[in-house]
T-cell receptor, first 115, second 115 residues
């Protein structure tokens, strides 16, 4: 089974609007971490936000917030007030176990912000 | 400060040839990772170094792939007898520590094309 599933290959959003990118995960380990990365056309992966499995509150970083629903095993990324520079691929990733070394990535969602 | 750097940015080779891909991690980062990203996919884990030793090489696809990190900083990924299926972007990442909320910082990648 896939450890990370991103079901939206492509998404469009109007500039200044909010958008939600979906991510579900699969693990039996009670300790894990969830990460979102942005990959512009230049190719470099840029870290956006982190959510730990034991964190009580949803993570927020500026315009990025993570809608963490543990029982549903979902960790959706919400981008508020979209900007043209947000157009990129977005990847959800999971670290299994507190000291897990590898990240498991989803297949990504391509976001296009429309002016 | 300087991020993760990778050289070359592009490498074109012929089937059967040997290639080396280099990664310079962020100074002071003891953990180093190699991932492979095929077209339309998320990065897939290859190998993880803690210091000079390969702590987890479970992602290497076969014995044609090998990586070293002799002095605990720069790492080289080596691919022998390259095949067309090896064509992908090879990403290197580093982190200050493993686990918890420690994100992995990624380099720009090396795009390998095997003709």
């Amino acid at each position: 089974a896939q450890k990370i599933t991103q079901t939206q290959p492509g998404m469009f959003v109007q500039e200044k609007e909010a958008v939600t990118l979906d991510c579900t995960y699969d693990t039996s380990d009670p300790s894990y971490g969830l990460f979102w990365y942005k990959q512009p056309s230049s190719g470099e992966m840029i870290f956006l936000i982190y959510q730990g499995s034991y964190d009580q509150q949803n993570a927020t970083e500026g315009r990025y917030s993570l809608n963490f629903q543990k029982a549903r095993k979902s960790a959706n990324l919400v981008i508020s007030a979209s900007q043209l520079g947000d157009s990129a691929m977005y990847f959800c990733a999971m670290r299994e176990g507190f000291t897990g070394n590898q990240f498991y990535f989803g297949t990504g969602t391509s976001l296009t912000v429309i002016p | 400060g300087a991020g993760v750097s990778q050289t070359p940015s592009n490498k074109v080779t012929e089937k059967g040839k040997y290639v080396e891909l280099r990664c310079d991690p962020i100074s002071g980062h003891t953990a180093l990772y190699w991932y492979r990203q095929s077209l339309g996919q998320g990065p897939e884990f290859l190998i993880y170094f803690q210091g000079t030793g390969a702590a987890d090489d479970s992602g290497l696809p076969n014995d044609r792939f090998f990586a070293v990190r002799p002095e605990g900083s720069v790492s080289t990924l080596k691919i022998q007898r390259t095949e067309r299926g090896d064509s992908a972007v090879y990403l290197c990442a580093s982190s200050a520590a493993v686990g918890g909320n420690n994100e992995q910082f990624f380099g720009p990648g090396t795009r390998l094309t095997v003709l």
